[in-house]
């Protein structure tokens, strides 16, 4: 453990399992005077203790990995996920083997041969432009994705598309996505996009229900500049990783480019262990395990 070093437990605040399993861990594993317990939702209020903090133990699902990460990206500090959500493609322990199996993170700078490695992951940023121009009003950063749609639900929403300051297309959709390589498995897949390996350095493109406008998903070099630009007839807000974080003003531009910070992970699997969770955790290979049909009669 480094020395005079902090580690953060983060938990779930609407899912109170997720508390009590932090405190377990705590107790356990006797880390009561060199810990702290936040809830996500109120990790930004604790910002002054994430610069005397060396780890970062995240209780919960994807949704709580990703509000963390937000908050933690600019202090560099890894993450160590246990899974108590839905999916989980981003944690790395369950809960039945954390209180083994975490001393070994814990313990990851000290140790540097115990087989953990650090993974990055490409995190990007939306800053939004006023009509007029000039400094973003707001700047956001997101692991998984951006995403500009209509403040209504069943509303279109309409945005003229530029990459590279070069005009791509005028989408009329429900929304469009920009999303990560770690994004690509969730709002963007359900949208029809592809799936990427997560370490990948890429953004991608991704209308979702298009009525006009490139329908296909577009991958992008990661250095790409990525343009979006509300009609004056229609209403848009923006998301960042599933979080709405304000409302978009006709004429204002949502202009997406590669963040400045990444997310980091620590993992004990190779990286080839991403095909592994897809099966595990999309079902991808439930065609495989369903039995043969017999002759018809």
Do not use: C
């Not at 779930?12 to 356990?28: A, D, G, Y």
């Amino acid at each position: 453990m480094s020395e005079n070093k902090l580690i953060a437990f983060i938990y779930n605040s609407q899912v109170p399992e997720t508390k009590l399993k932090s405190e377990e861990i705590i107790r356990s594993l006797g880390l009561e005077k060199n810990s702290w317990l936040s809830s996500a939702g109120n990790l930004s209020d604790n910002t002054d203790k994430l610069n005397s903090t060396y780890l970062v133990v995240v209780v919960g699902g994807d949704g709580t990995i990703l509000r963390s990460v937000r908050v933690i990206s600019p202090f560099e500090l890894p993450v160590v996920g246990i899974k108590m959500g839905k999916v989980g493609f981003m944690a790395e322990l369950s809960p039945e083997e954390a209180v083994s199996s975490l001393p070994k993170y814990i313990n990851y700078e000290s140790s540097p041969n115990n087989g953990i490695r650090t993974e990055r992951r490409m995190m990007i940023q939306a800053d939004v432009i006023p009509t007029k121009g000039g400094t973003p009003r707001l700047s956001i950063h997101a692991l998984n994705d951006i995403t500009v749609g209509s403040r209504k639900v069943s509303r279109l929403v309409e945005l003229e598309a530029s990459v590279n300051h070069v005009h791509l297309t005028n989408y009329r959709a429900d929304a469009v996505i920009v999303s990560t390589a770690t994004g690509s498995t969730g709002y963007a897949l359900s949208a029809g996009g592809p799936i990427v390996f997560p370490e990948a350095q890429m953004m991608i493109l991704q209308p979702v229900a298009a009525h006009t406008g490139l329908r296909d998903a577009l991958v992008l070099d990661p250095t790409s500049t990525v343009s979006l630009e509300a009609s004056e007839s229609y209403l848009a807000s923006i998301s960042a990783d599933g979080f709405v974080d304000s409302e978009v003003q006709p004429g204002e531009k949502v202009i997406v480019t590669r963040s400045p910070y990444d997310a980091r992970f620590l993992r004990s699997e190779k990286p080839d262990f991403f095909y592994t969770a897809l099966n595990m955790r999309l079902g991808l290979a439930y065609r495989s395990q369903r039995p043969p049909e017999g002759p018809l009669e």
